[in-house]
C-alpha cells in the first residue's frame, strides 16, 4: 500500500476563483509538483463527489485538475486497495495504491485544511461563505466512509 496524500499550501488567492497551492503526494513523491497552483476548492469538491459516488465499477473515477493536463485515474474494487495512476496527458508519471478509506481521510485532511485557510483569510463569511459551507458538508459526508 502507498502512502498517500492530498496537500493544500496556505496562499489562497481570490479572483475569478480560489486558487492556492495544490498536489498529491505518493510515498513521498508529488503530482504535479510540489507548489502546483489550482482552483483548490473547486477541485476538492469535484474529487470528493467523485471518491462518493464511485462504486467500483469500471472505467473508475479522474481527480483532474483544472490547469493542465493531469489527472489522477483512480480504478478498482472499492472494498479492495485501489490503483492510482497519475497521469501527464496519456502517460502514467506515477502510481500507487490504497484503500477507498485511505484516500476518503487524505481528502478529509485536505478539506479541513482548506476550511481553516478560508476561515483565517475571512473567506467563510459574506459573499464567499458559500465556499465553506461546501466544505463542511463533504467533510461530514467523508466521515461516513474513514
Same mark, same amino acid.
Not at 498529491?24 to 469535484?46: A, K, N, Y
Given at each position: 500500500m502507498s502512502n498517500v496524500g492530498i496537500i493544500v499550501g496556505d496562499d489562497l488567492v481570490l479572483s475569478s476563483g480560489l486558487t492556492?497551492?495544490?498536489? $498529491?503526494?505518493?510515498? #513521498?513523491?508529488?503530482?504535479?509538483?510540489?507548489?502546483? $497552483?489550482?482552483?483548490?476548492?473547486? *477541485? *476538492?469538491?469535484?474529487?470528493t463527489d467523485a471518491l462518493l459516488s464511485y462504486t467500483g465499477s469500471a472505467? #473508475?473515477?479522474?481527480? #483532474?485538475?483544472?490547469? #493542465?493536463?493531469y489527472e489522477i485515474v483512480i480504478h478498482g474494487n472499492i472494498n479492495e486497495p485501489l490503483t492510482l495512476c497519475c497521469m501527464r496527458e496519456d502517460k502514467c508519471l506515477l502510481k500507487g495504491e490504497c484503500t477507498r478509506r485511505d484516500l476518503a481521510d487524505a481528502l478529509y485532511r485536505a478539506l479541513k485544511r482548506m476550511g481553516y485557510l478560508l476561515h483565517e483569510s475571512g473567506l467563510d463569511e459574506g459573499n464567499s461563505g458559500w465556499m465553506a459551507e461546501e466544505i463542511r458538508a463533504r467533510t461530514a459526508r467523508l466521515l461516513e466512509l474513514i
Open positions: 492556492s497551492p495544490i498536489w $498529491v503526494e505518493i510515498d #513521498g513523491c508529488t503530482f504535479p509538483d510540489e507548489d502546483w $497552483v489550482d482552483f483548490s476548492h473547486t *477541485l *476538492l469538491c469535484r474529487w472505467p #473508475g473515477i479522474r481527480f #483532474g485538475f483544472m490547469d #493542465g493536463p
